[in-house]
């Protein structure tokens, strides 16, 4: 893993930031050098003189004007600085053989739709994950369509701000490294075990996200009757076995249920985690992507133990689905608040009241947790801004 991926996304800003896709705005009282700063935690040991009162300094007891110009309208005088330390790495296996290549509307291939559905996902999340891709396969030709398939994007942390220059935010190169034109068969297994070395030397949590149209294939030493040919299957030959040694299918157009599963349950065994996606296009192979999924360690507690996608529309829904499972609440203090007692949390300025049940918590004395619906908020990737604000009385649900 490269060396940002190994550090933890940092993200850093001050409240009087402006918009970013998760903009964890943190500094120190940056927009007025003279901003009042809270005393420390009781019992420090330190005595701290009482500063003067030069306007700005607005406490809880005090109900009348606006809060200090620091805390960018919030209210509070210091705006925690915020280290996510434990990014997950998301890792998108996809599907680049010929027939993701089918239109799904008149300007859309399914490729496309599922291309478009992981670059939001990536800009949704920002600094919450970190993100790498590999296609399969990769560099086909019609000579050759069974290449394994490669990593195309290396392991890189989401981004922390809203840098819109073109071609220099992760968002921007994930997109462009994972636009292909789908070419080829589907050499699963082969891709996986090629994959395998550099998946487990990834430090962090890493799950992958498998997605596919079809059946695995491209195993030249697979053997099959035409209830295993991915042709026959299909209904897309005429013959008794397609994939008989001088069939126009041959060995390669077998599915290849063994080797795939060997290749997921070698990932598994080493803690990552493969989510298996099947899209339209892979319905006659359910029992196959199911005994996938179970051999990956993330099936749906029931049938089917695969995320099924019916509706290419819905396939954001799945992947967010996915991430809200792998991604963390727990957000890291730098510099955690001297006082007790005087810390609230903003979602998109947005008061969350502390809530140990469906608000926010707190996890340690430097970390803050939030819970129920307000985590799977900051997981859908419909969050802006996590401000966590010291300097006026907690706001506790009521």
């Not at 700005?56 to 600085?81: F, K, W, Y």
């Not at 997605?211 to 040919?229: F, I, L, M, V």
């Not at 396939?315 to 727990?330: F, K, M, P, Q």
């Not at 809530?355 to 985590?375: F, I, T, Y």
Request: charged share 20%; with cysteine.
């Amino acid at each position: 893993m490269g060396t940002a991926a190994k550090q933890g996304a940092r993200v850093r800003g001050v409240a009087c930031c402006v918009g970013a896709t998760l903009a964890i705005c943190a500094a120190l009282a940056a927009c007025e050098e003279d901003s009042a700063k809270p005393p420390p935690r009781s019992g420090s040991g330190h005595s701290v003189e009482e500063p003067e009162d030069d306007g700005l300094n607005v406490g809880p007891d005090d109900p009348s004007g606006p809060p200090p110009a620091d805390a960018g309208g919030l209210c509070g005088n210091r705006i925690h600085e915020v280290e996510i330390t434990d990014a997950p790495n998301l890792y998108f296996v996809l599907d680049a053989s010929g027939s993701m290549l089918s239109p799904v509307s008149w300007r859309a291939t399914r490729y496309d739709r599922v291309h478009e559905a992981a670059v939001d996902l990536v800009r949704n999340l920002g600094p919450l994950i970190n993100v790498g891709a590999a296609v399969f396969p990769l560099d086909a030709t019609d000579g050759a369509p069974c290449r394994a398939g490669g990593e195309v994007f290396p392991v890189t942390p989401g981004d922390p701000f809203a840098d819109r220059q073109e071609g220099r935010t992760t968002t921007s190169r994930f997109r462009a490294a994972t636009r292909v034109t789908p070419l080829g068969g589907t050499p699963t297994a082969a891709t996986l075990t090629a994959l395998t070395p550099k998946l487990e030397a990834l430090e962090g949590k890493t799950v992958v996200v498998l997605a596919t149209d079809g059946g695995p294939n491209c195993n030249s030493s697979a053997g099959c009757d035409a209830e295993g040919c991915i042709a026959n299957i299909e209904q897309q030959c005429p013959e008794e076995n397609c994939c008989a040694p001088s069939g126009p299918s041959g060995p390669e157009g077998c599915l290849d249920r063994g080797d795939t599963v060997a290749a997921i349950e070698r990932l598994a065994a080493s803690g990552v985690e493969v989510y298996v996606v099947g899209i339209p296009g892979s319905e006659f192979y359910g029992d196959v992507l199911d005994e996938m999924a179970l051999a990956g360690g993330a099936a749906q507690f029931v049938s089917p133990f695969y995320f099924k996608v019916d509706d290419l529309d819905t396939l954001g829904n799945v992947l967010s689905r996915i991430a809200s499972i792998v991604v963390s609440c727990e957000l890291d203090l730098v510099d955690p608040p001297p006082e007790e007692g005087q810390t609230n949390v903003y979602l998109d300025e947005e008061l969350v009241p502390y809530d140990a049940e469906d608000g926010w918590r707190w996890k340690s004395p430097a970390v803050v947790e939030l819970v129920g619906g307000a985590c799977q908020k900051l997981k859908s990737g419909r969050v802006g801004q996590v401000q966590i604000v010291s300097g006026c009385a907690t706001e506790v649900a009521r």
